[in-house]
């Protein structure tokens, strides 16, 4: 079992975590989020990221991900800017296969986890974790994290992270050096510094294929915009995801009581996210 206490993530400490721009702001001073996620197999991953990005409020969101993926993105964001440049955080590996990266991929991976700026590591960018040098999340599930873990000489079974969640997300969080999100019906959100969140999915109807996705970018649109703060205390990166967290839930709690409490798809949830924003603003 896990060592720490244990915290519920309220709607008043996500509150803290959001504002809306203001006079001085443009989009760059908000914060730009780089995006290299989807492939030729996962197109609907990278659509869904930056989907939720630029429905959570980011600056502008800078797709640079496989040539394959990229026209689908600007069909269904025409606002998001293909073209490689600067940018203050990275989302990186939704809807990607490790196991069959190019050496240009490869290369810009790394390249983005080497520039010291916050990173969320989902899906088939997980194996990357170790080689980060800026505030990072880690966004497994059970078995993405036993996965992980085994590659690392870890022995564990996703039954054993499902059955002890809190007590495998903390291991993670020491080993890797970094903080983990641990998805489920409850979310688990700690670093190695002893934060240690927890948050209860509203609804289940989120247990559907790509909501995962959805939630990557949300925390990355955060830590675009908190890029900042994180520049100076690193450890914001476990409570922004957790606020993400947060965010994903009541978008889908939101988005299926528009269908009178009925099922919710991925891009339901993320285009329920700006209400959900817009109230936390307003508390
Ligand atoms: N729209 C998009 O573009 C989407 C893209 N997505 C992207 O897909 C990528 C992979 O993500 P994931 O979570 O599916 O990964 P993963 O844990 O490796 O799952 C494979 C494991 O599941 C199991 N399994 C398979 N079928 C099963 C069944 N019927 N019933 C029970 N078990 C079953 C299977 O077990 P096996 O059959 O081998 O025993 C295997 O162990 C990732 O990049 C993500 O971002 C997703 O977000 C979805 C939307
Ligand atoms: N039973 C459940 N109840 C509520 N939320 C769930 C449940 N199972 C999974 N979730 C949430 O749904 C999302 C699924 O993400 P993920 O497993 O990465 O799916 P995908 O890879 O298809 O996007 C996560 O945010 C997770 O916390």
Not at 53 to 70: D, S
Not at 229 to 255: D, M, N, V
Request: charged fraction near 20%; proline fraction near 5%.
């Amino acid at each position: 079992m896990g060592t720490g206490t244990w915290r519920e993530w309220t709607a008043d400490d996500a509150s803290e975590w959001l504002s809306a721009p203001g006079a001085d702001d443009d989009k760059y001073r908000r914060g730009v989020l780089g995006v290299i996620t989807g492939s030729a197999d996962f197109p609907g991953a990278a659509v869904l990221g930056v989907e939720a990005a630029h429905r959570t409020g980011v600056g502008m969101v800078r797709f640079t991900g496989p040539r394959a993926v990229r026209q689908a993105v600007l069909a269904a964001r025409p606002e998001t800017v293909a073209v490689a440049g600067r940018v203050q955080a990275w989302l990186l590996g939704s809807g990607m296969d490790s196991s069959n990266r190019s050496f240009m991929l490869a290369g810009e991976l790394q390249h983005a986890l080497a520039s010291g700026l916050p990173a969320v590591l989902d899906a088939g960018g997980l194996d990357l974790v170790g080689t980060h040098v800026g505030p990072t999340v880690i966004t497994p599930h059970s078995r993405e994290l036993a996965r992980l873990l085994n590659d690392r000489d870890v022995e564990c079974t996703p039954e054993e992270v499902e059955a002890d969640p809190t007590g495998w997300a903390e291991r993670t969080a020491h080993r890797l050096r970094v903080a983990v999100l641990l998805k489920g019906a409850v979310t688990h959100v700690c670093d190695p510094e002893g934060t240690a969140l927890t948050v209860t999915a509203a609804t289940h109807w989120l247990a559907s294929a790509g909501t995962g996705d959805v939630l990557g970018g949300i925390i990355g649109a955060l830590a675009a915009t908190h890029h900042d703060r994180l520049a100076e205390e690193a450890g914001a990166i476990t409570r922004l995801a957790a606020t993400a967290a947060f965010i994903h839930s009541e978008a889908a709690r939101r988005a299926s009581e528009a269908w009178a409490g009925g099922p919710v798809t991925a891009l339901d949830i993320a285009q329920a996210v700006p209400p959900v924003v817009g109230g936390l603003i307003r508390r």
